[in-house]
């Protein structure tokens, strides 16, 4: 006797808990930093804001939070690191849902 095994679908997205079928977008922020104020970081700096910005835009399924930035700060800690620790800070109140950077 054969048995009839039935698929049961996902309800539930698992990268925004939210259901698979609504069009809730993803709240995505981008993170730029650069280590030196030397001039060819200045220009990767802007460069990663550019790129940043235009890629979350892009995207038709993703919301633009915004842009946290760091320029010229050294990456032993994150003591002095204010864009950092401001979007640490608005993603643990929800404010975000993905963080796009070039490294961590």
Do not use: C, W
């Given at each position: 006797?054969?048995?009839t095994v039935r698929a049961?679908?996902?309800?539930i997205s698992r990268y925004t808990a939210a259901p698979i079928d609504s069009r809730k977008k993803r709240r995505v922020a981008g993170y730029a930093q650069v280590s030196t104020d030397h001039d060819d970081?200045?220009?990767?700096?802007?460069?990663?804001?550019d790129y940043?910005?235009?890629?979350?835009k892009g995207r038709d399924d993703w919301?633009?939070?915004?842009?946290?930035?760091?320029?010229g700060i050294s990456a032993t800690?994150?003591?002095?690191?204010d864009g950092f620790k401001s979007m640490v800070r608005d993603a643990m109140d929800g404010?975000?849902?993905?963080?796009?950077t070039k490294s961590v």
């Open positions: 006797m054969a048995k049961i679908p996902a309800t970081q200045v220009t990767s700096y802007a460069a990663q804001v940043y910005t235009n890629y979350i919301e633009f939070v915004g842009i946290y930035t760091d320029e800690n994150t003591r002095h690191r404010k975000i849902d993905l963080i796009v």
